[in-house]
């Protein structure tokens, strides 16, 4: 395990409620669970199969681009069942992912909501492609996927950036921007 500075720059994303076709998903760029320098916004379809291509945009060009030192992702599904392959993020950016959820997801469940959707095995193989799931050893665990990076770092920086809660102040953060966005959009006064 490399060591990890606490003002590590970490890019963390969420999408916004599924009330529209077109999600807004949300990055912010902080210094690791302390100082928010940045939001960066972008728009997936519903259910669609554009995530991976929007959010390796989003963060490619980004003024950011060059600091950040990791992307955590909300899930490895964004606006629905929009898989992101976050072997192709890593891929491209060449900067370490690390997928948190809050609880551990239920395969069987995902499999079965896919069966309404095109493109059924493409979505499943890419949500498959997300690797290992590890469990964070917290007194409230949260629960991670990782590419581009040892299991053991990533838990790290997790730990480092949750500073108010279990989840990564990167995510929270994102996750309250992109729900206060979409309540703007939907009553107009964004």
Not at 110 to 135: F, M, S, T, V
Request: charge should be neutral; hydrophobic fraction near 40%.
């Amino acid at each position: 395990m490399m060591h990890i500075k606490p003002e590590i720059r970490i890019l963390g994303i969420d999408d916004s409620a599924l009330i529209y076709n077109e999600v807004t998903i949300i990055g912010a760029f902080f210094r690791g669970g302390e100082q928010l320098d940045g939001i960066l916004c972008s728009r997936i379809i519903k259910d669609g199969m554009d995530a991976t291509e929007k959010i390796t945009s989003m963060v490619m060009n980004s003024k950011h681009y060059g600091q950040i030192k990791v992307i955590m992702l909300d899930g490895v599904t964004f606006g629905g069942f929009n898989p992101v392959d976050i072997t192709c993020i890593f891929d491209k950016t060449k900067i370490p992912v690390i997928v948190c959820m809050r609880s551990c997801p239920d395969f069987e469940k995902i499999k079965l909501a896919l069966d309404n959707l095109p493109e059924k095995e493409k979505r499943w193989d890419i949500i498959k492609k997300a690797g290992k799931i590890y469990k964070t050893q917290s007194d409230n665990p949260i629960f991670i996927q990782v590419c581009g990076i040892d299991k053991d770092t990533a838990l790290e920086i997790v730990r480092i950036s949750s500073t108010h809660s279990n989840i990564p102040e990167p995510l929270r953060v994102a996750h309250l921007i992109a729900t206060g966005v979409v309540l703007g959009e939907s009553t107009g006064k964004a």
